[in-house]
């Protein structure tokens, strides 16, 4: 087999980790959310799996990026990592997991908007709009009764706003990744961009308090322990080695299958709602991704 044949295979693998992987991060978020600040538990995440894979890197004999890439890495980091992910623990405080999981497979269609955007992705034709706005209409449908006189779901509505702006933060991360073309080891290239997001993170939690707020429990330690090793070093690096060989179109399509397994693993573990109304945007949204991706396919 050549080498670029059994890069595929390698590739393919790498994201039916992520399908899996990151569909039971939010669980994990939110059980850890229990007793861990939003801001720190982020930041812990990302800087200790970004220091154990730079460490892993250098035992292994590897180079990590040179400093002139560094503030290339901290972008994206920043991007990924702050607002893709930040912005999802926070929201998680006031959007069930299973929700926010549903909510993130908007992805793909942040994705269509800024590759396109950035001249260096399909035109927006009419099927791809209608998929759009399709996806968006879903989210209205979960927030306009929040939004109405008495609804009283202030804090739930900036939730959804947040997991918005995270879902834009991580496909133009993506991008950029996609497009920069180093040619650089992508587990090195995971490691400092897990650290420089991590380290930022930790700074907002500082500079909020956080630290005065912040005990574990047998139970948050244990959610926290599998984010950083199985939902941060493990899906990180899946993630950033698939984004590399296959294209991002495919890529982003791991969004479909997280929210499945997030949804069943928030109501068997934590008993949380899924209603008619969340049930009908939810599938609002997921068609609209579909319709986006077939218009793609076909384009």
């Avoid at 939690?205 to 926290?224: D, K, Q, Y």
Wanted: charged content about 10%.
């Amino acid at each position: 087999m050549s080498g670029a044949a059994a890069v595929r295979p390698r590739a393919l693998a790498a994201w039916i980790a992520v399908c899996v992987v990151w569909g039971t991060t939010y669980l994990a978020i939110r059980i850890a959310l229990e007793t861990v600040p939003p801001g720190l538990l982020a930041g812990l995440r990302w800087t200790a799996a970004g220091a154990l894979l730079a460490l892993a890197v250098r035992l292994a004999g590897r180079r990590l990026p040179p400093p002139q890439a560094w503030p290339t890495l901290a972008l994206a980091g920043f991007l990924m990592t702050v607002m893709g992910n930040g912005l999802v623990v926070w929201a998680e405080q006031h959007v069930s997991s299973g929700l926010a999981a549903v909510m993130v497979a908007m992805v793909p269609i942040w994705s269509v908007i800024i590759e396109a955007v950035r001249g260096r992705g399909e035109r927006v034709t009419t099927q791809v709009a209608v998929g759009l706005l399709m996806g968006f209409g879903g989210i209205v449908v979960l927030v306009w009764p929040e939004v109405q006189p008495g609804g009283g779901g202030r804090l739930f509505v900036i939730g959804m706003v947040a997991l918005q702006l995270a879902c834009a933060g991580w496909a133009l991360g993506s991008s950029a990744t996609k497009h920069q073309d180093s040619g650089a080891d992508p587990v090195a290239t995971s490691a400092l961009q897990m650290l420089f997001g991590g380290l930022i993170l930790v700074v907002i939690g500082t500079a909020a308090g956080e630290w005065s707020h912040l005990h574990v429990t047998p139970r948050t330690l244990s959610a926290l322990v599998y984010l950083v090793l199985i939902g941060s070093i493990v899906g990180y690096t899946c993630y950033v080695y698939a984004l590399t060989h296959l294209p991002i179109s495919l890529v982003s399509l791991y969004a479909y299958v997280n929210p499945i397994i997030a949804v069943i693993l928030g109501a068997l573990l934590l008993g949380e709602p899924f209603t008619l109304r969340v049930l009908a945007a939810s599938g609002l949204v997921l068609a609209g991704i579909a319709v986006v991706r077939q218009a793609q396919t076909a384009g």
